[in-house]
């Protein structure tokens, strides 16, 4: 296994364009994190999902932000009509959950996102 | 709410010890883990505290009190490729929530 692979690995988009982006986690790992970062800032929770099961979504989180894991294997996050604002890194991480104790969370290499 | 608290950044030279202290404010606390970002690079695991004590790590150790709602993450023996964000992060009702970071640099 090579890890969490993001793609794609930049995205230049215009405002108002829809983009999607895919993480591939490590494929034993049954939960699945995305989060934003901006410059200078820690990366940002935007949901998470444990199997197929979306169990949280950031109540920062517009309408416009929408993530799914199909399968309980690789997720896809979507942005409709982007803004400038939406500019940012946005990371996939993954980890293996067996009830309540933490475990590591791997990072993919992210998807930066400039919208123009 | 949830809020984590971290000093913005350190400067230390190489050889030196360093403390980061991180605050914290959630319900459901789990554990508090510590990342470690270069620029340009993903965050990586460095740590992970779910009980009162200190954890230690070859040149990096890691403290949790639960009942001051307080970490560190000390660095110890400071090289120049320590220089990089450390980003402590909370574990709560089972997802993580990261600080601000803390930018070390590492001086000759």
């Known amino acids: 296994d090579t890890g969490v692979s993001q793609d794609p690995r930049h995205k230049i988009t215009k405002r108002g364009q829809n983009v999607t982006f895919r993480c591939d986690p490590i494929?034993?790992?049954?939960?699945l994190y995305w989060y934003r970062q901006t410059l200078g800032q820690g990366p940002e929770f935007l949901t998470y999902?444990?199997?197929?099961?979306?169990?949280?979504k950031s109540r920062l989180l517009s309408d416009r932000f929408s993530a799914e894991r199909p399968k309980g294997s690789f997720s896809t996050l979507e942005i409709q009509r982007t803004e400038q604002g939406d500019s940012a890194m946005y990371l996939c991480?993954?980890?293996?959950?067996?009830?309540?104790?933490?475990?590591?969370?791997?990072f993919g290499q992210g998807t930066r996102l400039t919208v123009v | 709410g949830q809020s984590l608290e971290q000093p913005s950044e350190v400067t230390a030279v190489e050889g030196a010890i360093v403390q980061i202290n991180c605050t914290y404010q959630?319900?459901?606390?789990?554990?508090l883990s510590w990342y470690q970002q270069h620029d340009g690079g993903a965050p990586t695991f460095l740590s992970y505290n779910a009980l009162d004590g200190l954890e230690e790590t070859g040149r990096f150790s890691s403290f949790l009190s639960r009942s001051d709602s307080y970490g560190y993450l000390l660095l110890q023996e400071l090289q120049m490729k320590d220089s990089a964000s450390y980003f402590c992060?909370?574990?709560?009702?089972?997802?993580?929530?990261f600080g601000a970071g803390t930018q070390v640099v590492v001086t000759p």
């Open positions: 991480a993954s980890s293996l959950e067996t009830g309540g104790a933490g475990t590591e969370a791997f």
């Open positions: 494929s034993e790992h049954n939960r």
């Open positions: 959630t319900s459901g606390f789990y554990g």
């Open positions: 999902f444990q199997n197929e099961a979306q169990l949280e």
């Open positions: 992060a909370v574990r709560s009702w089972g997802k993580l929530q």
